[in-house]
């Protein structure tokens, strides 16, 4: 099976969306918080979780965040967008 060729130039206009970019913000500020309250730490296999996903109109209220595995995070059916069905 020949491996796949990464297209950087497609990966960096895709990253450098301004939707993209708030998404990610959203998503770093969000582990950044559980972090300071000592819930999770840099390579320790966590996940932060939005209860509600920001797909679907969540926040990253504290209120909405939560502490999981990282196989049961990325085990949710997802869409072409990537948010959870």
């Known amino acids: 099976m020949p491996r796949k060729v990464r297209d950087y130039v497609k990966e960096r206009k ?5 939707e993209v970019m708030e998404r990610r913000r959203k998503r770093k500020a969000a582990r950044y918080q559980l972090e300071k309250e000592g819930l999770v730490k840099r390579g320790d296999g966590k996940h932060v979780d939005h209860k509600v996903p920001l797909s679907k109109g969540g926040s990253t209220k504290r209120n909405n965040l939560r502490v999981i ?17």
Not at 14 to 18: A, C, L, T, V
């Open 69 to 85: 595995d990282a196989k049961k995070n990325v085990s949710y059916a997802r869409n072409k967008k990537g948010g959870i069905k």
């Open 14 to 18: 895709y990253d450098s969306k301004p």
